[in-house]
C-alpha cells in the first residue's frame, strides 16, 4: 500500500474510531416531538410600559435569542394572550436555571460615580431613585442613584452614559496568566461613549471615588473598577472595551455574557408556571417512522449492490460510516433531533448515495474508454474525474449551510447545521472511507480474474442504451423552457387561486388545556381528534391528568366538539386553560431566514460564476426558484398545510436542485475545455447523456426511501415525505431541462453580434436552407464562433 493510500486509511480509521466512542458515550437530543420537555410559562408586568401584544412579541425574540445562547435547539416559543408567553425546551438539563435566564430583565447600564454614600446615614432602599441626600449633601438630581457596589459599600451615581444597546458584543473569557479568572469583556458600539467616560473619571486622583466607572445589570452594581493610572484626564480608554470582573465561575461568565449580549427585555417577565410536557407525537407514530427508516435505507442499500456490486458492497459499507459520523457530530455539537430532521437525516443517506454514485459512473467511463482496462486505474481515474463535480456541489450547499448558521434563527438555523454536518460527513464517508475500501479491493487477485464483479467493468443498461439511441435533447432549448414556464404558471394559479393553507408554526391559533378525571394517552386523543376533523391538532399530556390540544382558529361549535372528544375518552374533562396563541414562526425569525436564504443563493451565484460562467450560476439559481414554485403550488392544489415540516421539506429540495444542475454543468465545462469550437446545445446533449445514469441511480436510491417513508411512516411523515418526492423529480427534470437550456439560451444571447437579434441566424449558418433540424446546432456553432471570448 503506497504512502497516500496508507494515510488515507489512518484518517479513516481515526475518523470511525472517534465517532464510536462520541456516538457510545454522549446522547443524541431528542425534540419535543420525539422526548417532550420542559413548559414555562412567562408573563410580562407592567412598568412605565404597558403590556400589549406588540410588546410581548418583542420580549419572544429577545427571550428566542436566549435560548439560542443557552444551546437550545429547536426550542418553541408562542405567545399566548397579549401578556403571556409559553416557552418549551427540549432535553433542558436545569429548568429551574433557565428559567431563571429567560426571567431575567437584563437591563444594562454604565453610569460614572459622583461619589461614595457611606457617610450620607440615608436609610433608603440602594435601588430607590428618592431624593435622599448623598454623603457630601448635594440632592440627587434626576437620573442618579443610589446603589451599593461588589464590597456593600454605597456609590452614588449619574445618569446612565452608556446603556444595553450600545453593546456590540459580550464573551466570557478565561485569563488563567493574570490569576483574574473568569471574566466577561463587553465591546461597545459607541467608542467615543466610552472614552468621554474613562476620560472624564481619569481626571480624579487614584482612590477618589470618582475615578470609578459603575457597570449595572438589573438594578445591582456587578463591577466598579476604577480606571487605571496609565489613562490621562480627558482622553480615555480608546477601542470601546471593557471587562467585567468578580468572583465568576465558567457558568456564570457564560451567563452574565448571554444575558448582555442578548439584550433587555422590552418588559420584565415573571414565570408563573412550570411543567413538564409530553412528545407532540406518540409512540406508534415514532415507531412508524422508525421502521419506514429502516425499510428505506434497506431498500437503497441493495439497489446499490444489485447496480455496482462489489462496489455497491463497499459504498453502503461506506454509508453506513456516514450515518455513523454524522450521528455522531450532531451529538458532539449538541443539536437536537427531531421527527423531521431525523428523516432527512435518512434522506441524507440516500443522497450521500450521489457522490458514490458519480465515481462509479466516472469509473466505468474509464474502464470503457481504455484500450487494456484494469480495475484499479479506472478507479483512480473515476476518483480524480469526479472530484471537481464533488466539491463543487458540497461547496455550494455548504455555503448555504453557513450562512443558514449565521443568519437565521430557530428551526432554519438547525437545519443549517444538520445540512453542513451531512455535508462533510458525505464527502470523508466517499473521498476517504469508499476510496480506501474500493482500492484494497481491486487489488485482490480474485478481483483480476473477475473483472466484471466490481461493477464497473460494464457501462451499464441505461449508458448503453442512451449510447445507441444518441438523443438530441437540447436541439431545440426554447420548447423545453416553454414547457417549464408552462408548469410554472400552473404551480402558481394554485397559489393564487387556491391559497396556501398556512400551519400553526406560521398563523397561531388557539391552545386549550383540559384537566381529566383519568389519565388518557395522547395517542388516542389524537386519534380521536382526527375523527371528529381535526387531524392537524398537536396533542400532548401535561402533569398528571393534563392535557393540551394546540390547533388552529376554533369556532366556539368546534371547540366544544374537541372539548366532547377529550371528555369521552377521559370519563369527563374540566377546561383549564382556553387561549389564542401567536406564531412559533414569528415575523422576525421569518424575516431572517427569507434574508439568509436570498444571500445563500446571491452566495451560491456568484461562486458558480467565478467557477464556471455567470450564465451558469443564473440558469441554476432559476431551475432552483422553479423547483420552488412548482412544490408550493402542488400543496396549494392538493390543500395541504404549509407548516414547520413542509419548510424542512422545501430547504432539503433547494440544496438538491442546486446539487443536480450543479453535476450537469460540471460535464459540460468538462467538454467545453476538449472542444471549445463545438455548439453549446451538442455539448450539452453530450453532459446529459453522461451523467443521465447518475441522475437516474442517484434518484432511485432517494426515492426508495421517501416512498417507505411516505408509505410506512404514518401520517406525520406522510406531507414530509410527499413534499421531498415532489421536490425530487421536479429537482431532476429541471436541472436537465430547465437549468441546462437555460444555460444555453443565456450563453447564445450573449454570445450573439452586434445588430443581430439574441438567437437570430446569421446568413450562411443554414437557416433557410431546408435542413430543418440541423439549423439551431448550426447557429448555435456561428456564434460560438463570433462570440467573444471563445
Known amino acids: 500500500m503506497k504512502r497516500p493510500a496508507r494515510l488515507r486509511a489512518l484518517f479513516a480509521l481515526a475518523v470511525i474510531a472517534l465517532s464510536l466512542y462520541i456516538a457510545a458515550t454522549v446522547p443524541v437530543r431528542l425534540g419535543l416531538d420525539l422526548r417532550g420537555g420542559t413548559q414555562i410559562v412567562l408573563e410580562t408586568r407592567s412598568t412605565t410600559t404597558e403590556p400589549d401584544g406588540e410588546a410581548t412579541d418583542r420580549t419572544l425574540e429577545v427571550l428566542r435569542g436566549r435560548i439560542d445562547a443557552l444551546g437550545v435547539s429547536e426550542p418553541t416559543l408562542v405567545r399566548s394572550g397579549d401578556d403571556r408567553i409559553i416557552v418549551e425546551l427540549p432535553g433542558v438539563q436545569d429548568p429551574r436555571k433557565a428559567a431563571d435566564v429567560l426571567g431575567r430583565t437584563a437591563q444594562l447600564s454604565v453610569h460614572p460615580v459622583l461619589d461614595s454614600g457611606s457617610d450620607s446615614g440615608s436609610d433608603s432602599d440602594s435601588g430607590s431613585d428618592s431624593d435622599s441626600g448623598s454623603g457630601s449633601g448635594k440632592p440627587k438630581t434626576e437620573g442618579e442613584r443610589l446603589l451599593p457596589d461588589e464590597s456593600g459599600e454605597r456609590l452614588r451615581l449619574g445618569a446612565a452614559s452608556l446603556t444595553g444597546r450600545d453593546v456590540e458584543g459580550a464573551e466570557a473569557r478565561l485569563d488563567p496568566q493574570s490569576g483574574a479568572g473568569w471574566h466577561v469583556t463587553v465591546d461597545f458600539e459607541d467608542d467615543a461613549g466610552w472614552a468621554r467616560l474613562t476620560g472624564e473619571a481619569a481626571c480624579h486622583p487614584a482612590g477618589d471615588p470618582q475615578r ?101 458492497i463497499l459504498a453502503t459499507v461506506a454509508l453506513v460510516c456516514y450515518g455513523l459520523i454524522s450521528y455522531a457530530a450532531l451529538a458532539a455539537l449538541g443539536a437536537t433531533l427531531t421527527l423531521p430532521g431525523l428523516a432527512g437525516f435518512v434522506l441524507t443517506i440516500g443522497m450521500a448515495v450521489d457522490a458514490n454514485v458519480l465515481v462509479f459512473e466516472r469509473a466505468r467511463e474509464e474502464y470503457a474508454a481504455r484500450d487494456r482496462p484494469s480495475g484499479r486505474s479506472a478507479l483512480t481515474a473515476g476518483f480524480r474525474g469526479a472530484f471537481s463535480a464533488i466539491a463543487d456541489s ?49 487489488d485482490r487477485r480474485w478481483v483480476h480474474r473477475r473483472p466484471r464483479s466490481t461493477g464497473i467493468a460494464s457501462t451499464g443498461r441505461v449508458r448503453d442504451h442512451l449510447t445507441r439511441r444518441d438523443p438530441r435533447l437540447m436541439r431545440r432549448p426554447r420548447r423545453w423552457l416553454a414547457v417549464s414556464a408552462g408548469v410554472l404558471v400552473l404551480a402558481a394559479s394554485g397559489i393564487a387561486v387556491r391559497g396556501l393553507d398556512f400551519g400553526v408554526e406560521f398563523t397561531g391559533g388557539r ?100 467557477r464556471f460562467r455567470w450564465m ?59 472542444d471549445r469550437g463545438a455548439p453549446p446545445a451538442r455539448v450539452a446533449d453530450r453532459a446529459i447523456l453522461q451523467t443521465l445514469p447518475r441522475t437516474v441511480n442517484t434518484g432511485t436510491g432517494a426515492a426508495f426511501v421517501l416512498t417507505a417513508l411516505a408509505v410506512l411512516g404514518g401520517d406525520s411523515l406522510t406531507d414530509f415525505a410527499l413534499a421531498l418526492l415532489i421536490g425530487l423529480a421536479v429537482g431532476t427534470y429541471s436541472s436537465v431541462f430547465t437549468a441546462t437550456p437555460l444555460a444555453i439560451e443565456l450563453d447564445v444571447r450573449g454570445s450573439a453580434p452586434r445588430g443581430t437579434e439574441p438567437g437570430t441566424p446569421r446568413r450562411g449558418s443554414g437557416s433557410g436552407s431546408g435542413s430543418g433540424s440541423g439549423s439551431g446546432d448550426e447557429r448555435a456553432k456561428a456564434l460560438t464562433r463570433e462570440g467573444p471570448g471563445r
Open 212 to 312: 470609578r466607572v459603575a457597570i449595572v445589570l438589573d438594578d445591582r452594581i456587578v463591577s466598579s473598577p476604577q480606571v487605571d493610572p496609565s489613562v490621562s484626564c480627558g482622553a480615555g480608554i480608546t477601542g470601546g472595551s471593557t471587562r467585567i470582573t468578580g468572583s465568576f465561575s465558567s457558568d456564570e461568565a457564560r451567563e452574565l455574557a448571554l444575558l448582555v449580549r442578548g439584550g433587555a427585555l422590552p418588559v420584565p417577565v415573571e414565570t408563573v408556571e412550570q411543567r413538564t410536557v409530553g412528545p407532540t407525537l406518540g409512540a406508534e407514530a415514532i415507531a412508524a417512522s422508525t421502521w419506514a427508516a429502516v425499510v428505506g435505507t434497506a431498500l437503497t442499500a441493495v439497489f446499490i449492490v444489485v447496480v455496482y456490486r462489489l462496489l455497491g
Open 394 to 442: 458540497n461547496i455550494t450547499t455548504l455555503i448555504a449551510a453557513v450562512l443558514l448558521f449565521l443568519l437565521a434563527s430557530g428551526p432554519v438555523r438547525g437545519f443549517g447545521v444538520t445540512l453542513g454536518i451531512g455535508v462533510l460527513a458525505s464527502m470523508i464517508s466517499t473521498l476517504v472511507v469508499t476510496r480506501v475500501l474500493a482500492e484494497y479491493a481491486v
Open 511 to 610: 391552545l386549550i388545556e383540559y384537566s381529566t378525571t383519568r389519565p388518557v394517552d395522547p395517542d388516542r386523543a389524537r386519534a380521536a381528534l382526527a375523527d371528529a376533523g381535526f387531524p392537524q391538532a398537536v396533542v400532548q399530556s401535561s402533569g398528571d391528568n393534563g392535557l393540551t390540544v394546540r390547533t388552529a382558529e376554533l369556532s366556539d361549535a368546534e371547540a366544544a366538539e374537541v372539548a366532547e372528544a377529550v371528555g369521552d375518552l377521559g370519563g369527563g374533562a374540566e377546561k383549564v386553560r382556553d387561549e389564542l396563541i401567536g406564531p412559533s414562526l414569528g415575523e422576525e425569525l421569518r424575516r431572517n431566514a427569507l434574508i439568509a436564504l436570498g444571500l445563500a443563493l446571491g452566495a451560491q451565484l456568484l461562486y458558480l460564476a467565478v
Open 616 to 674: 451558469f450560476g443564473t440558469a441554476a439559481v432559476g431551475a432552483l426558484v422553479h423547483d420552488v414554485v412548482i412544490l408550493t403550488g402542488v400543496f396549494a392544489w392538493l390543500g395541504k398545510p404549509v407548516d414547520g415540516v413542509f419548510l424542512a421539506a422545501l430547504l432539503t429540495v433547494i440544496g438538491y436542485s442546486v446539487n443536480d444542475s450543479v453535476v450537469v454543468f460540471d460535464r459540460i465545462r468538462e467538454l467545453w475545455r476538449r
